[in-house]
């Protein structure tokens, strides 16, 4: 499969994810839901992980253990925590940050080459996601200072989600050179689900698996089947063969899906800050690639060319 098709398939999954597993939270724990997501996933996983399964060394397993930890416990765990107290339609747009933190960090980690242009777009597209952080405080209309801390806090959960995730993929980018990505992915899943069962217990103690109706089980299917299953298989395949710099420009996709999935859902619409944050990020596209619409589409054509 063309890596690039991969991973723009993995983005739309995971740009759906925010306003379906915030649907499904009004109804599980965050921390539960991690859980189950992940543990069944592996379990889909398991035929393809045994088919592939090869020897690896002893440091490459503790990376993928330490790459999991970044990729399942902070990346989902903050996630998770984070749609509870802030909108949905902001999680894609937070995530934009992925790729300034991710060109950054393979620069200075990979050592791959620094493109000003590139660089200095990103930091403009950086200002649209510091807008959308900080729009509760800006908001008016009669909601109190404790719901607008509440979603600040959400906002920064997010970031602090984004970052987990950056990590992970400069440690898995090594690994999948040197071991089967059904292997990383279905180690990861276990050992995630694994990590995720002493912050999840104390949930028992106000929820039982009676309370669970049908919101939960929309938000345990699509992460078991599509957004874990489906979409870390095709973001592991996507990584291992293109540039660290290349992968994080493809979330630019989410915020768009984010929001076709939000207003029917839970019915979620755009803030003026939304619209202004998204601008930026759009702007930073447009002087880090040099057209006005970007879409990560036309690098199909180009990875064949030059496969």
Known sequence: MNPILALIITNVIWGAASPVFKFALTNIPPFILGFLRFFGASFLLLPFAVKNWKKMSLPD????????????NINIGFFFLGLQKTTSINAPIIASSQP?????FAIIFLKEKMHKKVFHGLLIALIGVIIIIVSPLLLDGGISLGAKEGALEGNLYLVIATLGAVINALIFKKVLRRVNMWQVTFISFVFGALLFIPVMLPEFATWSFADLNSNGWVGIIYGVVFSSAIAYGLFNYGISKITAQEVGIFAYIDPVVAVAVAIPLIHEYPTPAFYIGTFFVFLGIFIAEGRVHYHPLHRIWRWKVVK
């Open 61 to 72: 397993f503790g990376l993928i253990l330490l790459g999991s930890f970044f990729a399942i």
């Open 100 to 104: 300034i933190f991710l060109y950054i």
